[in-house]
């Protein structure tokens, strides 16, 4: 019927739908061939499920609010995320409650103590094997919903978890050493 991979899929929900639909494309189009070279075969593979983390308890859509912080540690060429407040919590990312590992998520970047805006930055969240949330990350399933209950919607949050510089999507724009 000319229904596309994704709109198939994710017709009645489906834990896969931000991953074929948001995270694929997002390595597409914003990662630079090193990082696509890193993630993407992985990716199409299935071997790393991602999904796209933007919306925020406290913010929706609203992405100059966006509270979800990574500040640049030069000494260490790591970006630091944090989830400042309550209101900070990703919220609602489909396949983020159970069965996603990996997420682009948007964060506030800072360097030397200046916000140059809403930045997105590939992010592992569980442990490839074990499957259970790294150190500095919480995540969870947000529970029944109306509809599409096949799509785990979670939440996440961060604190003082660490990722290398290179996780920042750089097509576009870069952080130098």
């Known amino acids: 019927m000319g229904l596309g991979i994704t709109a198939a899929l994710t017709k009645d929900g489906n834990p896969f739908q931000l991953h074929m639909g948001m995270f694929l494309p997002t390595l597409l189009n914003q990662a630079t061939p090193?990082?696509?070279?890193?993630?993407?075969?992985?990716?199409?593979?299935?071997?790393?499920?991602?999904?796209?983390?933007?919306t925020e308890m406290g913010h929706g859509t609203f992405l100059r609010g966006l509270e979800t912080t990574a500040t640049y540690d030069l000494d260490t060429q790591e970006f630091v995320l944090n989830s400042p407040t309550i209101t900070a919590t990703k919220w609602w990312p489909g396949g983020l409650g159970n069965t996603c590992n990996f997420a682009v998520v948007m964060a506030q970047?800072?360097?030397n103590g200046v916000c140059y805006g809403p930045h997105n930055f590939v992010v592992q969240l569980r442990d490839e094997e074990t499957h259970k949330s790294l150190p500095g990350v919480t995540i969870g399933e947000i529970g029944p919903k109306l509809g599409m209950n096949s799509t785990?919607?979670?939440?996440?949050r961060f604190s003082n978890y660490r990722i290398p510089?290179?996780?920042?999507?750089?097509?576009h724009s870069q952080v130098t050493e």
């Open 34 to 54: 090193e990082q696509q070279e890193k993630w993407l075969y992985k990716a199409f593979m299935g071997q790393i499920i991602g999904t796209y983390a933007q």
């Open 109 to 111: 970047l800072y360097t």
């Open 152 to 156: 785990d919607n979670g939440f996440l």
């Open 165 to 171: 510089r290179m996780n920042m999507l750089m097509k």
